[in-house]
């Protein structure tokens, strides 16, 4: 009998799977970073709503840092990741651990799944 489900990957498609979501936190960390130094280079003009843009901007610039922040710490996550997996091994991996490796989507808090 067999209790659950777990899905078996090669350390190959590990490696190949890490490789890929380490490069797309690099390129939205980059994405990240041009974005704010683009921000941070705006002077507000003398114009009467310029408190408004303040408050924008600093919300903004708050916003992407948390992003960078977060794509920064993913991409180191799953490097060190990448470079533990053991060569010529099958993992075996539970839903858990495919929400963690970022082959299932993270569930959002309050998130209703239903049964079809």
């Keep these: 009998m067999i209790e659950g489900f777990r899905v078996d990957v090669t350390a190959e498609e590990l490696v190949t799977h890490l490789d890929a979501r380490v490069q ?11 974005k704010l130094r683009q921000l941070q280079a705006l002077e507000p003009g ?29 991409e180191l996550f799953l490097m060190f990741a990448r470079n533990h997996v053991v060569g010529n091994e099958i993992y075996r991996l539970s839903d858990d651990d495919l929400r963690l490796l970022e082959w299932l989507p993270i569930e959002e808090p309050g998130m209703v799944v239903g049964r079809f």
Excluded: I, K, N
């Excluded at 797309?24 to 960390?29: K, L, S």
């Design 24 to 34: 797309h936190h690099r390129d939205r960390t980059q994405e990240c970073e041009s």
């Design 46 to 74: 003398p114009h009467s709503e310029e408190e408004v843009f303040d408050m924008c901007a600093s919300t903004r610039l708050h916003g992407l840092e948390r992003m960078l922040t977060r794509h920064r710490g993913r």
